[in-house]
């Protein structure tokens, strides 16, 4: 487990608290991992590599941020199952949503097939004028059923991770996913699907401004960043997303299966907060 320095904290702005929430639960405690993790097909992001992709312009990178350069034209999408296209005139009429039309535009979209499966639609909550943006994967079983993201164990853990910087759900934060429909099963959402529901994020995104961006999970930096590359690549790294400073870190599905990950976690955290703290 990483232990910060009280210098190191100091840098940082944040006052050195005792010790961070999410690390001192009894329930979340590492246990002793004597084998890897078997991989499942759960719709939560480990750092193994997946190609997702996104639609929308490029963005400009600011000379402030030092970005990672996104990696040229995206591989060809390969549907998985029946899909619409998303239509440019669909494209334009999300690009003018307000907060109010929001819901009712993702209630009614067809763009994918998960609307056929879902129990409610899943678009985000929290403080519309945050500073910080979390975004997730995709709706797991509990937040298909109270259409409100992050609220089973994994929603537990963030809590704590939110408390350790001092922030809440509600204040000064938003949360989201790249998917607004839970996918059957659990499964990791396709790209077709991550193309069809890329637009309400990102024009969320332009509503909300905010001055820092949390990526949790492969899939939610690989669409955020239009790239590729493996999750541990992308850790540890200030990237953009148009003006916005960006962090890579790990999903909180996926730490609760690799307790010892949680300290790379709070690092990540540790240089979200001071990245903020110099834009």
């Known amino acids: 487990m990483m232990k910060l320095s009280i210098r190191a904290w100091e840098e940082l702005g944040i006052a050195p608290p005792y010790l961070p929430a999410f690390y001192e639960e009894e329930s979340l405690k590492a246990q002793p991992v004597l ?6 097909s759960s719709n939560r992001s480990g750092p193994k590599a997946s190609s997702v992709n996104r639609i929308g312009a490029e963005r400009p990178r600011p000379s402030s941020i030092k970005a ?14 029946p899909a619409m296209v998303s239509t440019p005139e669909h494209l334009a009429e999300i690009a ?14 067809s763009a994918c097939s998960l609307h056929q499966s879902r129990s409610r639609i899943v678009p985000g909550v929290g403080d519309r004028q945050a500073t910080w943006l979390f975004v997730g994967e995709a709706p797991g079983v509990e937040e298909d059923q109270q259409g409100e993201p992050f609220v089973g164990p994994a929603g537990i853990l963030l809590d704590s991770m939110l408390a350790a910087l001092s922030l809440s759900r509600m204040q000064d934060v938003y949360i989201a996913n790249v998917i607004k429909c839970h996918p059957p099963d659990n499964r990791t959402p396709v790209s077709v699907e991550c193309h069809a529901c890329m637009p309400y994020l990102e024009r969320q995104i332009t509503l909300l401004q ?5 990526a949790l999970g492969k899939v939610a930096a690989q669409s955020l960043l239009n790239s590729d590359i ?12 148009g003006n916005i400073p960006l962090i890579v870190t790990f999903h909180p599905a996926y730490l609760l299966r690799n307790m010892p990950e949680k300290g790379k976690a709070w690092a990540d955290l540790c240089l979200a907060k001071k990245t903020l703290n110099q834009a």
């Open 35 to 40: 084998t890897p993790p078997a991989q499942d």
């Open 68 to 81: 990672e350069p996104h990696l040229g034209s995206p591989p060809a999408i390969k549907p998985s199952g």
């Open 96 to 109: 003018k949503l307000d907060w109010d039309r929001m819901n009712k535009a993702i209630e009614a979209c």
């Open 210 to 214: 905010p001055k820092i961006i949390v």
């Open 230 to 241: 493996n999750l541990g690549s992308l850790r540890n790294k200030v990237h953009a997303y």
